[in-house]
């Protein structure tokens, strides 16, 4: 079990106890909520509230909605809340939302990455679509989440808004293997058969690369260079001590793709390309041409994800050439023994969580509710479902069943959507993941090997934290990103793919100047110094 944050709950759980002791009949401060339920679960209601969640692929696979999934039926009965899920269509999750918001049937509980709102979620409490939870918490209907907030500060600050008003009932990723998933691998095999070693600094990388191209590898190294795939995995931009996007330094903001050493990635990138280094079409980044890239032996090396992507590459490879082995790779690094700064890691709290609705009439159920993920019963359940169904402890380690792990037990499904009949940890939700859910849900060795070793990186020492911009800000900011976006990305393409000359990139950061991109510094680094000062 995840040790660190079942410490956490145990001493959360005596906080609770000593602030439930006197709490009975308690107000919020604004006069909503008011506490009325008793203090351990299940509770006894006859209130029914509603939840709208988009649906994730691993239910889909199997189920219509949550409702029909066996997880469901279990949070109902150890809550004691009856809780109907509604989903918006697969693929209009976004206009969904934005529908329901404006319709009068709105749900008592809206789960959604509340960050990305427009004008931020002080704007969306501003505005009556979403409680401030000061009030919730303060009332004494969710003490499992104020006490994990008051033994973790920085968990507290990233589900606050500008102004410290609490917005959601957060996701929260605490190992740092959970929070890391993307990352580079190499074929073994070929490592061997060129007596080669496993590639750590630009250099070795370079000629890894140039040995399988001289041995006939069409496109030695394949990933994806879109804006979203830089910022998020900083894929060899790192190496250079810049990330893909937005960082912070000492206390400073900066944009990887304005720093002067930004050159020196995209002339790397530039000369890897024009020496057949670096896959063609890398401009393309369809899934489906990325697994054929890979498992048809024309790539060498590979950045991707260790479920989605490889765990679909490796098997589709060997199932064509039977002695392809994959190993991960350290993020590269200039110098030899330097712990690389950027890589891919989330935050603990990413801005994905539950919300109550404003139109809620059942505040304190709703709260009651979501509070549960964050009890030690709760952890469990999302995590591992019901002990002698789903799971079993062996030893301390809670142990999925046959009904998860065996396709021909579960209906020849897959490790993720078996999983999602019974548990939320193989996606997100209101409560915090537990690391052993990942030791099981990797059922390759190469896949767990690799979030170990990509996870070995100073990436959050210096990754923007949630920091919320005011409505204004966010107005400008979106305004001056969008042409940013489009411009930087069209001429990180050309220049790579010899298009545009080395020579006319020194006009690319003036360009950018002129665009607005100091501006968006500004307006980034003040959001940050509000965040800084909470």
Known sequence: MNKKYMATIMAASLAVS????????QTAQNGTVSKTTADSYPIQTDTSIKYWVA?????????????????????????????QFVHPAIGQEKEQFNLMLASKDIPDIIENNWFNYTGGPENAIKKGTIVDLNAVLEAGVSPNLKAIFEANPEYAKACQTETGKTY?????????MLQTFRGAMVREDWLEKYNLKAP??????????????ANGVKAPLTLRLDNTSLEDVSP???????AGGFFVEDGTVKFGPYEPEYKDFITLMTKWYSEGLLDSNFTDTDNKRLTSVVANGEAGAAFGSAGGDFGKWIPATQAQDSNARFVAVKYPVMNKGETPMFGQKNLPITGHGAAISAKSKNIEIAARFLDYGYSEDGHMTYNFGKEGESYTMQGDVPTYTDIITDSEKNGGLGIGPAMG??????????FAQDVNYLNQ???????????????????????????PLTQEE?????????????????VMYKTIAGKSSLEEFDGYFEEMKKRGIERAIEIRQAAYDRYAAK
Not at 56 to 83: C, F, R
Not at 474 to 490: A, F, G, L, V
């Open 236 to 242: 060899i931009i790192g190496a250079f001590g810049l």
């Open 200 to 213: 750590e600094t630009i250099a070795e990388w370079e000629e890894m690369l140039r040995v399988f191209k």
């Open 18 to 25: 000593a602030m439930l002791t006197g709490c009975g009949g």
């Open 55 to 83: 649906l994730s692929g691993h239910v889909s696979a199997h189920s219509q909605s949550m409702n029909d999934i066996p997880l469901a039926k279990d949070l109902i009965e150890k809550t004691g809340i009856n809780v």
């Open 441 to 467: 849900f990797y059922t390759m060795p190469e896949q767990l090997d690799a979030v170990k070793l990509w996870a070995q990186t100073d990436t959050l020492k210096y990754k923007m934290p949630l920091s």
């Open 168 to 176: 959601i009932y957060p996701f929260i990723i605490e190992d740092g």
């Open 421 to 430: 009949k019974y548990i939320r940890a193989c996606y997100n939700g209101p």
């Open 474 to 490: 966010n107005k400008e900011y979106t305004k001056i990103m969008q042409d940013i976006d489009t411009y930087r990305q069209e």
